[in-house]
């Protein structure tokens, strides 16, 4: 649960920037927010709109052009070289394919002992016991699957694999980019159920990026929302779920469906599509899809401001003070 | 029983594909059918045979190594065994489907009005003015704004919703009887689904199609269909309206897959319903029941035999288990 204090992850205005000159783009474009010690923070957005960019400048996969990033206090974005790799072990990623992000001709006890053994931290009978611990508690039995390649491994127990290895360091933050999305109802519901315990287990703080509403709802104690490189809302996951303020938060939900029949089906449906990162809109970057657009919004960019407790909002005008009009 | 005219009956459906290991019964024992104007859907986890029952019916199969048995009744017309020549007679016009991946469906180097000009020529006689003039109404019915410009640009200058505007164009171009979706929005991001499922249902309306609408997304098919088919190892394990199978399923695998899934309602850290192990091996599959080595209930008869559909109480509604879950309560209206 939140917890008032230091939170453990502190960003602010992080850029990310590709490309140079006239091709230029901003994927991620000042993004600011926290996440506490023990909490799972959710990120979602439509495809494009930076989340996986995010994740990688958090580890440092991609460099932030500018912007902050502090973890338990510790300024990240200046570290270089043995300093830096020194912090990334407090820090795991989890991609989405499962499969390409194992190497498939390695067995899949030394695949799990990667980073045992790139800092050289144990060695021998212990590095073994470390690994099968490892492995049983992602629910593979060492024994009889230890020595196997990992190309021999479905989905669903490459995803295993691939947490077992992010745990070998115990890191305190674990950021998981769609680790569920390529996998089966039947294997996601296990996976999830997995990662809660561990969680629990291993005292993890998790950033959990995915597309997929349900998933995050279900798994995040908080979720921040982002169009276009920036984050358009961000609050507790039961009050942006049931009352959003941003327009963008409240079609992206409306167009989820939930799967049962008596619910209700596409409210209003958003038109249109996301414009180009590369040439984004003035001002409010969803204006130019959104109902309650003004002239304000296309002249000022609104900042995320604080409407109640927790819950930020980054519009000229949230839902619930249009509602009082 | 309804005496709607069937627009579809699939009799003992069966494909077997002849692999180097084995002979691998990708679709087996498939029978349901289809009335007019309805939207039925196929649910199934990966590799469970949506996508060949979806071709086997379209009479779509590789040449060589595959074998198909029992009936396919498409409007009159028996697609098994019907040779090349005679199912091109019914491609487009009583039947077509959306592909799995929307690049593969359209030809990267072709305009993508010309791609439906093509359709129009070939399978309506249609000369190049009017189809012309038709591909451009259909670019305009599927949502796709300034047609005419549109109408010269590459598949690959779309988005990937804006794709599948042109994808479905091009299966309607024939103003077929049935329209075969195989995960027609999978892959798109929500907004663009739920447009896409808005633009399906309405054309089905105005068209006054049937859709077969295969995905593995609870969502779409809880809220868009009104009947579904429960797929696992290549077979129907439930089968009934829509409605029904949600609230009162009886084969436990139904179970997994409906209650297994999160839900945006649910409050964070919910524990999901999990059932262990994963999707068997198409090509070596247990005896009896498929669902046996994952299922809790099994017993040694499930082990051996395999379970038919049999009938649920609500007519239409069929499950095939031995052990199924107890009949939940109707909520009193
Ligand atoms: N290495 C790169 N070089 C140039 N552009 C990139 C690079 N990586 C990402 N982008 C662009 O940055 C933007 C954000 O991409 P990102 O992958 O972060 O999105 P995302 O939210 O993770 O999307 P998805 O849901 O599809 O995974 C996109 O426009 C993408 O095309
Ligand atoms: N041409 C083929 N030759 C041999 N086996 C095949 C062929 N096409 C499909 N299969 C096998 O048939 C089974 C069913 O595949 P199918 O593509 O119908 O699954 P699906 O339910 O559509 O899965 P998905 O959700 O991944 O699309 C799988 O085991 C697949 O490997
Ligand atoms: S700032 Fe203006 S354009 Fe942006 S979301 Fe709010 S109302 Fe819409
Ligand atoms: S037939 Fe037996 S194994 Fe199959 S679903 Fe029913 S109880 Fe489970
Ligand atoms: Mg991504
Ligand atoms: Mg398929």
């Known amino acids: 649960m939140s917890d008032s204090t230091q939170p453990l992850l502190k960003v602010r205005d992080l850029t990310v920037t590709f490309g140079s000159h006239r091709r230029k783009l901003s994927a991620v474009a000042g993004i600011s927010f926290d996440i506490y010690e023990g909490e799972t923070l959710g990120l979602v957005g439509e495809s494009g709109c930076g989340k996986s960019t995010t994740g990688k400048a958090l580890m440092r996969i991609v460099e932030p052009s500018s912007g902050t990033i502090e973890l338990e206090g510790i300024e990240l974005t200046t570290k270089k070289g043995k300093d830096l790799r020194n912090f990334r072990t407090r820090m795991q990623m989890i991609f989405q394919d499962p499969i390409s992000s194992l190497n498939p001709r390695r067995r899949v006890k030394d695949i799990v002992a990667e980073p045992l053994d790139c800092w050289k931290t144990v060695e021998g009978a212990e590095r073994e016991a470390l690994v099968n611990d490892l492995l049983s508690k992602v629910g593979i039995d060492p024994v009889a699957y230890g020595d196997r390649y990992a190309r021999q491994f479905s989905g669903g127990q490459c995803q295993r694999i691939s947490i077992a290895r992010s745990l070998a360091m115990r890191p305190k933050l674990l950021i998981c980019d769609e680790m569920v999305s390529a996998l089966d109802v039947s294997v996601q519901a296990q996976i999830l159920n997995l990662l809660e315990d561990l969680k629990a287990e291993y005292g993890l703080t998790l950033l959990f990026i995915a597309h997929d509403l349900a998933v995050v709802k279900n798994v995040s104690d908080r979720v921040a929302v982002m169009y276009l490189g920036k984050i358009c809302e961000i609050g507790p996951s039961d009050t942006l779920y049931e009352s959003p303020e941003h327009p963008y938060t409240k079609f992206l939900l409306g167009a989820a469906l939930e799967a049962d029949p008596d619910s209700p089906i596409h409210g209003d449906v958003l038109s249109g599509e996301p414009p180009s990162p590369m040439n984004p809109p003035s001002g409010c970057r969803f204006r130019t899809r959104c109902p309650n657009a003004t002239d304000k919004c296309a002249n000022e960019e609104p900042q995320l401001v604080e409407i109640a407790t927790g819950h930020q909002v980054a519009c000229h005008y949230p839902l619930s003070t249009l509602a009082r009009k | ?333």
């Open chain 2, 1 to 333: 029983m309804s005496t709607e005219r069937k627009l579809l009956v699939v009799k003992d459906l069966a494909t077997t594909f002849h692999t180097p290991s084995g002979p691998l019964a990708a679709v087996g024992g498939v029978s349901f059918d289809l009335n007019q104007n309805e939207t039925l859907g196929i649910v199934g986890e990966s590799g469970s045979g949506k996508t060949v029952l979806s071709r086997t019916i379209m009479g779509l199969q590789p040449r060589n190594n595959v074998e198909v048995s029992g009936s396919v009744l498409l409007n009159g017309f028996e697609v098994v065994g019907a040779s090349e020549k005679e199912k091109r007679s019914i491609w487009g016009l009583e039947v077509a489907m959306i592909f799995q991946d929307p690049m593969t469906s359209l030809n990267p180097v072709m305009r993508i009005g010309k791609q439906i000009d093509e359709i129009l020529r070939v399978r309506l006689g249609m000369d190049r003015q009017a189809a012309k003039a038709k591909a451009i109404d259909l670019l305009d019915l599927v949502g796709i704004s300034s047609p005419a410009e549109r109408y010269n640009v590459f598949p690959g200058e779309l988005s990937g919703g804006m794709r599948q505007r042109v994808v479905i164009a091009t299966a309607l171009a024939g103003s077929p009887k049935l329209l075969m979706a195989d995960e027609p929005t999978t892959g798109l991001d929500v907004t663009i689904q739920a447009q896409i499922l808005n633009l399906l249902e309405e054309l089905k309306e105005r068209m006054q199609m049937s859709v077969v609408l295969v995905t593995h997304d609870l969502g779409v098919v809880a809220t868009r269909t009104s009947r579904i088919i429960v797929m696992y190892a290549g077979r129907i394990v439930e089968m009934g309206s829509t409605r029904e199978v949600f609230a009162r399923h009886r084969m436990p695998y139904t179970r997994a897959l409906l209650e297994g899934s999160p839900k945006v309602s649910n409050p964070s850290h919910t524990r999901l319903l999990a059932i262990p192990g994963r999707p068997p091996n198409m090509l070596n599959l247990p005896k009896g029941c498929s669902f046996a080595p994952r299922c809790s209930f099994a017993t040694d008869r499930c082990r051996e035999e395999r379970p038919e559909l049999e009938a649920a109480s609500e007519p239409g509604h069929t499950f095939a288990c031995w052990n199924p879950l107890p009949v939940k309560e109707r909520a009193s209206a």
